[in-house]
């Protein structure tokens, strides 16, 4: 036991105790050893998080502001400037269509035509029928604003408004165009719904007893 404490005083007065600020500031080292025992206090790294902004709405919105550019160095005083104008209206969708000789573009309300219409075939060619009639799907570019009902009714009241258009740039497209029904204001629409009942004209269940 004596021979150990010996040993253990002869160790501890051979511990040296340094300080460093700069690189570590609190160490501490056995000298007569080939192993050291180093204790050092360090910052903690810190945490660094980057939040980007996604892009795509801010290239959608570039996007709609250059299409808005275009169509007013198209159209200079607005839609209810220009000559070749046609109203269309289907359910309750009002479409107001201006055509101007062009490539075959169609503008609806500052976007593409095909992503307006959310690349819906069936509503691509309602817009596409009058001018394929004549054969100008080529020849004249189509800007459109259209606002209420849905996508469908929108499609179906641009289709009516480009053919009463087309008639203002001449009347012998009357007869093809109307040969093609493409000139007839369809009047359904939703009927409206009546006091008592659930719907236009679905009544609530009757029971006798």
Known sequence: MAMSISTLASSFSSLSFSS?????????????????LQFSKTKPQSLTVLATAAAEPLTADLETSNIEKYV????PGGFAAQTLIGTGRRKCAIARVVIQEGTGKFIINYRD???????????LQYIKVPLATLGYETSYDVFVKAHGGGLSGQ????????ARALLKVSEDHRKPLRKEGLLTRDARTVERKKAGLHKARKAPQFSKR
């Open 20 to 36: 460093q600020v700069s690189q570590k500031p609190y160490s501490i080292s056995l000298a007569p050893s080939s192993k050291s």
């Open 72 to 75: 007013k160095s198209r159209l």
């Open 113 to 123: 035509a095909k992503e307006y219409l959310q690349g819906n075939p069936l509503w």
């Open 155 to 162: 499609a179906q009241a641009i289709s009516l408004g480009i």
